[in-house]
Each structure stands twice: as C-alpha cells, then as structure tokens.
C-alpha cells in the first residue's frame, strides 16, 4: 500500500488535534470521571472528534478504534488506532507531559506511527522498515548495557487499587535494580523515550490499544525490543508490555518474572 497519503492524512489530524489541546490546556477543560482516577475532558472529546473528521474524509471506509468512541462498524483491513489525549491526568493539572497518538495498520500490521507533545512540540514518528524520528532527525535506542546503569520507566492502571500487590512488587524489584525507575503517565510519550534513548527501557500492564498503538511502534523501527512479560512479541490488544533495548530487554523481563501467587520471584 502507498502509505504517502496516509503520512499526510495522520499530520494533517495530528495538527488540527494539538491545536485543540493548546487551547484547553491554557484554558483549563471541564473534567469528568470514567472511573476513580480515568478522567475525560473535553479537549479529549474535541480532539478525538477533529482526528476522526480529517480521517473519514479521506477515507471513509477505513476502520477507525478511538479511545472515547470505541471501534467503528466498519469491517476495512485498513484501521486508524486512535488516543486524542494520552496523558489526560497530567493536562487536568497542568502538567506539559501528554501527547495525542495515531497509528495506522493494515491487515493488523502497523505501518505507521504518530506521536505529538503539543507542549514541547516534540512529534515522534515512524514508517514501517524506514526508521523512526524526532521532529525530521532519526532516532534509536539507547545502548546502556547494564541494568545498574539503566533509567527505566513504567505507570500504573487506573484501578491499580484493586489488585496492588503484585503491580508494588515488580515496581520494588526495578528500583532496587536500575539507577533509578520514573513514572512519567504518558504511555506513548514513554515508548517514545525509549525509541530517542532517554529511557532504557519501559514497562506496564493493563494498558489500552490506543495507548501504545503508534508507541510501540516507534519504539520498534527506532531498534527496541518490544514483547509482553513472557518474551512473546507484543500485540497492541494484549496487556502487558515490555519495550527497552537490546541488551536491557533481557535483564528487564527476569526481575518482571514474579510469581503472582506468592508474590516472590520466580525460580528459573
């Protein structure tokens, strides 16, 4: 497929997106709860709505999953996965750490990724087998090699108060082990730090597709190795995710291995 179209159709959304989150984050939204800690806010309903609008005029019978609408009836190969707002706790308090993320698969296989921090004006980027990018400069992974020396990110899932014990757990064991753990609350702005090297690697669980469609993606063509927590490779409807470099990877998902019964490493 002659993915130029798509490239400009994904820009274009992406541009008409951060112009409505600009708005919003200077004049602070109306918020309202999906869950104890999942807000929405009207900047997330807006840009949603502007991404979609630029998409189906384009491309009417593609299929589109956002993460305020849900997946479209369309039954297309060609699917636009879709966060209008990642990071929507941090732009409630006023904290320029958030990023609009679109994807583009076919036939399940993503072929291009977009991420956007309308704060910073960073925009992560990549097309299937031609590398990934900051702003027009090309990007890779990190090369740190030893654990005591990696800088490693994760976050929580909004209803982490149900089941808390084996989330701490891991959290404990990767900073006792790395240089130091952060917690950032933008899944993609996450993946897309370990694609540009300032984190080593990342981990969560319970993350949605549309938080790290165009992610994990970009994590990959920049040279990460993305899976969920059994070395399987990743697909962006599972839930559990494990993306760092080469030499990290490994190491990441040994002290990830923890027996959920007991609550304790696993032997082996």
């Given at each position: 497929m002659?993915?130029d179209?798509i490239?400009q159709?994904a ?22 709860q ?18 979609i609008?630029?998409i ?7 299929a ?11 039954t ?9 707002l ?7 308090h ?10 583009f ?41 030893q ?7 994760t ?41 540009c ?15 790290t469609a ?5 994590a ?24 760092a470099?080469?030499h990290?990877?490994?190491?990441l ?8 019964a ?6 082996g």
């Amino acid at each position: 497929m002659h993915l130029d179209p798509i490239i400009q159709t994904a820009g274009d959304a992406v541009a008409n997106a951060i112009g409505i989150l600009q708005f919003y984050y200077e004049n602070r939204p109306d918020i309202r709860q999906k869950g104890i800690k999942d807000l929405v806010t009207q900047a997330d309903i807006e840009s949603e709505a502007a991404i979609i609008e630029v998409i189906q005029k384009r491309f009417p019978d593609h299929a589109i999953l956002a993460e305020e609408s849900g997946l479209s009836t369309s039954t297309s190969e060609s699917r636009w996965v879709i966060d209008p707002l990642d990071g929507t706790t941090n732009f409630a308090h006023g904290l320029p750490l958030f990023a609009v993320s679109i994807a583009f698969q076919e036939k399940g296989i993503t072929q291009m990724g977009i991420v956007a921090n309308p704060v910073s004006g960073e925009t992560f980027s990549a097309v299937i087998d031609q590398g990934a990018f900051l702003n027009d400069k090309n990007i890779t992974v990190s090369n740190t090699a030893q654990m005591e020396e990696s800088l490693l990110v994760t976050g929580f899932p909004y209803d982490i108060n149900a089941n808390p014990g084996i989330l701490l757990e891991r959290f404990n064991q990767l900073v006792l082990a790395a240089q130091a753990v952060r917690r950032l609350g933008s899944a993609a702005l996450d993946l897309c730090f370990v694609a540009c090297g300032r984190f080593d690697g990342f981990w969560e669980e319970r993350l949605k597709p549309w938080d790290t469609a165009a992610g994990e993606f970009i994590a990959r063509e920049a040279g990460a190795k993305v899976t969920n927590f059994g070395n399987q490779p990743f697909a962006i409807d599972q839930l559990e995710i494990v993306a760092a470099n080469t030499h990290i990877h490994p190491q990441l998902l040994d002290l990830l291995r923890i027996d959920a019964a007991a609550n304790k490493p696993l032997d082996g």
